[in-house]
């Protein structure tokens, strides 16, 4: 793997290290200043936490302003049970993941699609929001971390990686094809009560795979 660098592999590139800490600063302003200020009302009159619903990505005509297409990408959950894995996971994944991608592609490159990757996913989120009539805010960085899922999985395939509760190495082809499965499986047929973004982790993978062909079609360093 070290000929495909571009530069000496580091631990913490300086994207990966910037795109965390932001990340961690914004929960962090989240949990105190949702906790500080009283609730604001949705057009329906719904009550959402202060500072999570003013960086939340709404539905078009439900609240939706166009900041929320870079801000929804830096805020998580901040309440409920799930508030530490939410943004645990995205971090981690985007750590052990996106760290290679920097290293090998370069920070520049690496920011410019992440970005991408966020946007295909509030686009596809929106667009299934407004054509179903359904759904509510969205947050996290999930998106476009699964755009970097399937960066790696396309650049370095044959990888084996070791999944939680299967007792041998997967190949991150099948591993993230996989995710890509299941997400797409309850996007469809998904049970009531399920808070998470399907299409928007749909948006980010197809996103990133749009890019990476267009990159190896042109089989030029610099493709953005």
């Known amino acids: 793997m070290s000929s495909y ?7 913490f590139p300086p994207a990966i290290k910037y ?8 929960w962090v302003a989240q949990l105190l200043f949702d906790a500080k200020y009283p609730p604001i009302l949705t057009p329906d009159g719904s ?4 500072l999570t619903g003013k960086l939340a990505l709404w539905p078009i005509g439900d609240g939706f302003q166009p900041y929320q297409l870079i801000t929804h990408m830096f805020a998580h959950a901040a309440s409920g049970p799930n508030k530490f894995f939410h943004i645990l996971f995205n971090m981690f ?4 993941f996106g760290r290679i991608l920097e290293n090998v592609w370069g920070t520049k490159r690496f920011l410019i699609f992440y970005f991408i990757c966020g946007l295909g996913a509030a686009a596809l989120h929106l667009a299934v929001q407004y054509y179903t009539h359904s759904g509510s805010f969205a ?3 999930s998106g476009a971390v699964m755009g970097v ?6 650049t370095f395939p044959n990888t084996e990686l070791y999944i939680m509760f299967i007792p041998v190495p997967v190949k991150a082809k099948w591993a993230i094809t996989g995710l890509i499965l299941i997400d ?8 009531s009560g399920d808070n998470i973004a399907h299409y928007a ?23 953005y």
């Not at 660098?5 to 631990?11: I, V």
């Not at 795109?19 to 914004?26: D, E, Y």
């Open 5 to 11: 660098f571009t530069r000496p592999a580091e631990k």
């Open 19 to 26: 795109l965390i800490a932001i990340n961690v600063v914004v």
């Open 47 to 50: 009550p959402v936490a202060f």
């Open 93 to 96: 994944t985007l750590w052990m």
């Open 139 to 141: 947050v996290g960085a």
């Open 149 to 154: 899922l399937v960066a790696f999985a396309m």
């Open 184 to 191: 797409l499986f309850f996007g469809l047929y998904g049970a």
């Open 201 to 223: 982790h749909l948006g980010g993978a197809v996103t990133g795979f749009i890019l990476l062909k267009i990159r190896n079609k042109t089989n030029r360093r610099n493709f």
